[in-house]
C-alpha cells in the first residue's frame, strides 16, 4: 500500500524558514517523480515542486529561489526547503506521487497518490 | 487566478448527470492530458481521472471524462450523496503542474 507522511509543519514568522519531509513507503521511491503542492484554506489546490527521479526539480515562479525540493532515495524522503517565508506561503502542504500513462499516443504524466498533509503557518 | 477555468460551483439531484467544465490553454490542455481530481471534505485529494478518459481502479464508471482542444469535461451519472466534494482538474504546462480552482458540487 502506498503511503506518503507528511512532517515538519508548524508555525513560523514572515521571513523565516522551515523544513518539511515526506515518508515514503510501499512503492520503489527512487522509480517515482515527487511533487509538493499546497492547498490555503478554503483555497484550490496550487502546485510547489517536482523532483525527478534524475533529481531535476522544477518550480513555480511564485516559489523558486525561494524554495528547495530534494529527495533522498536511501531513506525513501522528500523535502522541502522553504526559506524567506510570506504569509502568503500559508497553506496544508500535500506530499504526493508522479508518475505516467503509457498508450500509443505517447506518455501522459499524473500524480496518483497524496499524502494526509501538513500545516504551515506564517504568521507573527 | 488558477490557469485553468472551472466553474465554482455545480449542483443536482441523486440519480442526475453532472457535468463539469475544464477551460485551459495551448499550452496546457491543448498540448497535454488532463487528470482530475476529486476532494471530500478534511481529506486529501484523490485521483479520479487520468489521461483525460482513464479510471484508477476502485473509480465507478459513473465517472468520465473527455478532453476536446483546449478543453476538458467530467461527467458524473447517476448522482450519490457522497459525490458531494470539490473536484479539481490538471495539466502539465511547459514542465509545471497547472491546477484549475476547484468545482464544488453539491447533491441537493
Known amino acids: 500500500e502506498v503511503q506518503l507522511v507528511e512532517s515538519g509543519g508548524g508555525l513560523v514568522q514572515p521571513g523565516g524558514s522551515l523544513r518539511l519531509s515526506c515518508a515514503a513507503s510501499?512503492?520503489?521511491?527512487?522509480?517515482?517523480?515527487m511533487h509538493w503542492v499546497r492547498q490555503a484554506t478554503g483555497k484550490g489546490l496550487e502546485w510547489v515542486s517536482a523532483?525527478?527521479?534524475?533529481?531535476?526539480?522544477y518550480y513555480p515562479g511564485s516559489v523558486k529561489g525561494r524554495f528547495t525540493i530534494s529527495r533522498e532515495n536511501a531513506k525513501n524522503s522528500l523535502y522541502l526547503q522553504m526559506n524567506s517565508l510570506r504569509a502568503g506561503d500559508t497553506a496544508v502542504y500535500y506530499c504526493a506521487r508522479g508518475t505516467y500513462y503509457y498508450d500509443s499516443s505517447g506518455y501522459s504524466p499524473f500524480i496518483d497518490y497524496w499524502g494526509q498533509g501538513t500545516l504551515v503557518t506564517v504568521s507573527s | 487566478q488558477s490557469v485553468l477555468t472551472q466553474p465554482p460551483s455545480a449542483s443536482g439531484t441523486p440519480g442526475q448527470r453532472v457535468t463539469i467544465s475544464c477551460s485551459g490553454s495551448?499550452?496546457?490542455?491543448?498540448?497535454?492530458?488532463v487528470n482530475w481530481y476529486q476532494q471530500l471534505p478534511g481529506t486529501a485529494p484523490k485521483l479520479l481521472i487520468y489521461?483525460?478518459?482513464q479510471r484508477p481502479s476502485g473509480v465507478p464508471d459513473r465517472f468520465s471524462g473527455s478532453k476536446s482542444g483546449t478543453s476538458a469535461s467530467l461527467a458524473i451519472s447517476g448522482l450519490q450523496s457522497e459525490d458531494e466534494a470539490d473536484y479539481y482538474c490538471a495539466a502539465w504546462d511547459d514542465s509545471h503542474v497547472v491546477f484549475g480552482g476547484g468545482t464544488k458540487l453539491t447533491v441537493l
Open positions: 489521461s483525460n478518459n
Open positions: 510501499g512503492f520503489t521511491f527512487s522509480s517515482y517523480d
Open positions: 495551448s499550452s496546457n490542455i491543448g498540448s497535454n492530458t
Open positions: 523532483i525527478g527521479t534524475a533529481g531535476d526539480t
